[in-house]
């Protein structure tokens, strides 16, 4: 089993290419008729399809998995309670199920990797639901601290109010580029003569 596309992308940190990379190469042993269950990375295969926010392939994969495996790699089941808590939207439960295990070195660097991204994934969601935010629920949902959130989104722009320790989200503006393209404006017009004559 050649996992060499594998590792490039772990080496070079391009987790959005592990879920691809390991289906092709788990559909590669399987047509070759490999064994390959037992020293299959599923702890990486699992992250890959989490990291790319493909909750149903992560799924279907967990049912895959033999139950020896289960039993015998808690990392395993470790990363399925983060997939669980986003099948479920348990947004506070990801940071918790996160945080509650000792990863190994090999998994460590993608599962810090994906919990930024979905602390950005969580402030997109904030700034779209909200206008106004208690300190503590942004808190909760970017699995920080209160005083943490709290400088995280002041640096977003937002604004806090002391008194009530509430937050006043500030929108992106929605910048909308038109591009004249002069060719385009050449036959447009081309075509309204060709009409009118």
């Given at each position: 089993?050649?996992?060499?596309?594998?590792?490039?992308?772990?080496?070079?940190?391009?987790?959005?290419?592990?879920?691809?990379?390991?289906?092709?190469?788990?559909?590669?042993?399987?047509?070759e008729g490999i064994?390959?269950?037992?020293?299959?990375?599923?702890?990486?295969?699992?992250?890959?399809?989490?990291?790319?926010?493909?909750?149903?392939?992560?799924?279907?994969?967990?049912?895959?998995?033999?139950?020896?495996?289960?039993?015998?790699?808690?990392?395993?089941?470790?990363?399925?309670?983060?997939?669980?808590?986003?099948?479920?939207?348990?947004?506070?439960?990801?940071?918790?199920?996160?945080?509650?295990?000792?990863?190994?070195?090999?998994?460590?660097?993608?599962?810090?990797?994906?919990?930024?991204?979905?602390?950005?994934?969580?402030?997109?969601?904030?700034?779209?639901?909200?206008?106004?935010?208690?300190?503590?629920?942004?808190?909760?949902?970017?699995?920080?601290?209160?005083?943490?959130?709290?400088?995280?989104?002041?640096?977003?722009?937002?604004?806090?109010?002391?008194?009530?320790?509430?937050?006043?989200?500030?929108k992106h503006a929605?910048?909308?580029?038109?591009?004249?393209?002069?060719?385009?404006?050449?036959?447009?017009?081309?075509?309204?003569?060709?009409?009118?004559?």
């Amino acid at each position: 089993m050649d996992t060499s596309l594998l590792n490039e992308a772990l080496a070079s940190k391009s987790y959005d290419k592990i879920a691809d990379i390991s289906d092709n190469l788990m559909l590669q042993c399987a047509a070759e008729g490999i064994e390959f269950q037992d020293e299959w990375p599923y702890a990486i295969h699992l992250l890959g399809h989490i990291y790319n926010n493909d909750i149903n392939s992560a799924r279907f994969l967990w049912k895959k998995i033999p139950a020896a495996i289960k039993e015998a790699r808690p990392e395993v089941v470790a990363v399925w309670r983060i997939g669980q808590k986003l099948w479920k939207r348990d947004y506070v439960g990801v940071h918790e199920a996160i945080r509650e295990f000792s990863w190994s070195p090999e998994v460590q660097p993608i599962v810090a990797s994906f919990a930024e991204l979905y602390k950005k994934r969580m402030f997109e969601i904030l700034l779209s639901a909200y206008s106004t935010i208690s300190t503590k629920d942004s808190a909760h949902f970017l699995g920080m601290s209160e005083n943490d959130a709290t400088n995280y989104v002041l640096q977003q722009g937002w604004v806090l109010d002391s008194a009530s320790q509430m937050l006043t989200v500030k929108k992106h503006a929605v910048i909308t580029e038109q591009k004249l393209d002069p060719s385009k404006l050449q036959r447009l017009t081309e075509y309204v003569f060709h009409l009118e004559h």
